[in-house]
C-alpha cells in the first residue's frame, strides 16, 4: 500500500473515531499544543504547513498532532524519539542521556527535533528527498513530548510508567497521569468535558511578557531544545516525582498544586512550537501581533 494512502486512511480514522490515546501528553495534550500553536504563525507558515498537511487533515495541524503515536506500530525504530531517560538525575546532559537503549547517540527527543527541523528546511527544494509530511507531524507531536515533564525523567522508573499510584480512586501509573488523567479531570470539573474552552482558559494566561520570556533562549535551535529538556526534567522532580511512591494515592493536593504545570507546559509547548515553525519557514518568530487572542490583548495593554 502506498504510504501516503496509508497515512491518509489512518488520519481519516482517527478524526472520525477521535479515541484519546494514553500516550505523550494523551490526544487532549496534543491537539492544545498544536491548535494554540496555529494562532501564533504567520501566513507564510501557515501557507507552508497547510501546504505538507495531508488532505484529510483538511489544513489543521492540530488533527494531526497525535500521527506519531498511531503511527508507533509500524515506526518502531521511532519509539525512543518520544522521551529522554536520565539515570535518576535532576539533570539534562545531551551527550549522555540522548541515545537508545543500544547506545545509538542522538536519539531521543531532543535529537528528533533537531532532525526534523533539519529536514524542513529543504522545503521549496525538491531535490530533498525527504518527506516533508511526516517531518512537519513528527516535529509537531514531539515539541510536545519534551515539554511533558516525564518525558524527560528517569530511566529505572521508565518515565513513571513503573511507578503504580492511584489517580483518585482508579488504579494507574504516574505518567498516564501526567499524560491524561490530570488533562481529563480538569476538563470534567472545569471545562463541561469541553476542549476549546481549556484551550480558551489556557491562552488567557499567555501574556506579552511570557510569550517573550518562552521564545528566548541563547541562540541555536540545539541549545533551545536542551533549555526545554532541563526544564522537564527539573519539573519532573520538583513536581511530578515529589511525595509520590508505590501505591500512592494522589488525589486534590497533588492535582491542585500540578494542574498550572500542565497547562503552562502545554503553553510554552505551544509558543515554541510556534516559534520554529516560523523560523523554518518564514525566517520569524512568533506572530504576536495578529494572532494574540482578544484576552491576551486584554492583558499586554
Not at 496509508?6 to 477521535?18: F, K, N
Not at 511533558?148 to 504516574?174: C, M, T
Not at 501581533?289 to 490583548?297: E, G, V
Amino acid at each position: 500500500m502506498d504510504l501516503l494512502l496509508l497515512i491518509h486512511i489512518i488520519l481519516v480514522v482517527s478524526l472520525i473515531v477521535g479515541a484519546p490515546q494514553a500516550n505523550a501528553w494523551g490526544k487532549e495534550g496534543h491537539f492544545m499544543v498544536c491548535k494554540i500553536a496555529e494562532q501564533y504563525l504567520t501566513d507564510k507558515t501557515l501557507s507552508a504547513v497547510s501546504d505538507l498537511l495531508p488532505a484529510a487533515a483538511e489544513g489543521d495541524l492540530a488533527s494531526v498532532c497525535s500521527w506519531a503515536d498511531q503511527m508507533r506500530f509500524r515506526y518502531r525504530w521511532a519509539s525512543p524519539l518520544h522521551y529522554i531517560n536520565t539515570p535518576g538525575v535532576c539533570n539534562f546532559n545531551y551527550s549522555r542521556d540522548c541515545h537508545n537503549s543500544n547506545g545509538e547517540k542522538d536519539v531521543c527527543v531532543a535529537g528528533a527535533i533537531s532532525n526534523y527541523t533539519g529536514q524542513l528546511q529543504a522545503y521549496g527544494d525538491s531535490s530533498n528527498g525527504y518527506n516533508l509530511t511526516e517531518s512537519l507531524m513528527f516535529l509537531a507531536h514531539f515539541v510536545g513530548d519534551i515539554h511533558q515533564p516525564l518525558h524527560v525523567s528517569f530511566a529505572d522508573d521508565e518515565g513513571g510508567n513503573a511507578i503504580v499510584v492511584h489517580w483518585y480512586r482508579r488504579k494507574s501509573n504516574l505518567h498516564h497521569v501526567w499524560d491524561v488523567s490530570m488533562i481529563e479531570t480538569a476538563m470534567k470539573d472545569y471545562y463541561n468535558d469541553d476542549l476549546s474552552t481549556m484551550i480558551e482558559a489556557i491562552k488567557m494566561n499567555i501574556t506579552a511578557d511570557k510569550l517573550n520570556q518562552w521564545e528566548t533562549c541563547s541562540g541555536k535551535l540545539a541549545t533551545c531544545v536542551n533549555q526545554y529538556a532541563t526544564e522537564s526534567i527539573n519539573l519532573a522532580c520538583e513536581y511530578a516525582y515529589k511525595d509520590v511512591k508505590q501505591d500512592s494515592t494522589l488525589g486534590d493536593t497533588y492535582f491542585f498544586s500540578r494542574l498550572p504545570v500542565v497547562q503552562e507546559r502545554i503553553a510554552q509547548g505551544a509558543v515554541r512550537l510556534a516559534k520554529i515553525l516560523n523560523e523554518i519557514f518564514d525566517g520569524s518568530s512568533v506572530d504576536t501581533k495578529l494572532r494574540l487572542s482578544s484576552a491576551a490583548r486584554a492583558i499586554q495593554i
